[in-house]
């Protein structure tokens, strides 16, 4: 765990993905905030974010949104999956994600979670091979943060392909081009 008496802003500014053993927990908006946008910053490849509702209050960031573009543009190997429990929830709103999947959908993929899986209380995002951030209640904001649980991402990731394969595409977001 990290030293408590060690500000979060310096834990962050020497947090390696992939390298950095130390685990922490956060419980403000603003530290999840600035977790995921550190962790997602420095992904080469994949993301994969399992939520709810993709989290407006963290993921709908102008900030978030730019370093997810970055990193889809960034190589035709990447990838970026957010698998939701369903979509009424982000109809009703204006979500960068989901705007992002619209303008770079061979980068950015939407589905909605299958019905057996429905009963899952909790939220987690895989950045890589080794980032990993958990909250075991998608009501709190209590995030359990590691920037290299390799053994960790590698079973969630098993997870989230299993859940990945059984759902289906969130069609009501694709763009209708005429």
Not at 30 to 48: G, H, L, P, T, W
């Amino acid at each position: 765990m990290v030293d408590t008496n060690q500000s979060l802003e310096q834990t962050l500014s020497s947090a390696k993905l992939g390298e950095t053993d130390d685990e922490f927990r956060v419980n403000r908006l603003s530290e999840i905030q600035a977790v995921s946008q550190q962790m997602f910053s420095q992904a080469k490849r994949q993301v994969d974010i399992f939520s709810v509702d993709l989290d407006p209050r963290v993921l709908s960031q102008r900030s978030i949104e730019q370093t997810l573009a970055k990193l889809a543009r960034s190589s035709r190997q990447s990838t970026i999956r957010l698998l939701i429990f369903d979509v009424l929830s982000l109809q009703s709103i204006d979500h960068r994600l989901v705007d992002l999947s619209q303008n770079l959908s061979s980068y950015v993929s939407i589905k909605v979670l299958a019905n057996d899986y429905q009963h899952l209380p909790y939220n987690y995002y895989l950045v890589d091979d080794a980032g990993l951030m958990y909250r075991s209640n998608h009501k709190e904001l209590e995030t359990q943060v590691s920037f290299n649980a390799k053994l960790k991402v590698r079973e969630y990731r098993k997870q989230f392909n299993d859940m990945w394969e059984q759902s289906r595409i969130a069609s009501e977001f694709r763009n209708l081009s005429i």
